[in-house]
């Protein structure tokens, strides 16, 4: 068993029901479309039905692939901000379990059910995807949704720096 996973299984291995969020702030809000793109380049499907997306310039629901990057459009304040499941995204020749994305206008918020299939060659390939999402802008900060039990938030924090480290 890796380290990583001896520290943080607890996050992953048991499904309590809830959906943990992993935030991924970005300081330039113009990498909210690249690290969009990144994902939805590495995903074989949709999970969502019908997923789509609120044009506040058309004031109208879009479907998500209407347009190249619907990301780009929450950044600008053109879309409102939107979720979607994608499955099958593939990071170190790992398919990771169904990821949820969801896009605001300076952050990816990436939120996963916790349960068995998690392990430690997932938690890494996790890892491996957020630091190429965290290298899009060098000021990016990683963090835990609000409301997590701050020691819990802190250990995360020690885990991605020490992780960083290797």
């Not at 809830?18 to 939805?40: D, M, Q």
Request: hydrophobic share 40%.
């Amino acid at each position: 068993m890796n380290w990583l996973w001896r520290e943080l299984h607890y996050l992953f291995e048991t499904d309590d029901g809830s959906l943990p969020e992993v935030l991924v702030n970005y300081f330039k809000t113009e990498s909210v479309a690249v690290g969009y793109t990144l994902l939805r380049q590495r995903t074989s499907e949709v999970i969502t039905e019908a997923p789509y997306f609120w044009s506040n310039a058309q004031n109208e629901e879009k479907p998500l692939d209407s347009v190249n990057n619907p990301a780009a459009l929450v950044t600008t304040g053109a879309a409102a901000p939107f979720c979607v499941v994608f499955g099958g995204i593939h990071s170190q020749g790992i398919i990771l379990p169904d990821l949820g994305v969801f896009v605001c206008p300076s952050c990816l918020a990436l939120y996963y059910r916790m349960g068995s299939e998690w392990g430690p060659e997932s938690l890494e390939a996790f890892f491996r995807l957020l630091f190429e999402l965290t290298t899009i802008d060098p000021e990016t900060r990683l963090s835990l949704e609000e409301g997590v039990c701050p020691d819990i938030a802190a250990h995360f924090q020690q885990c991605w720096q020490y992780w960083l480290a290797e």
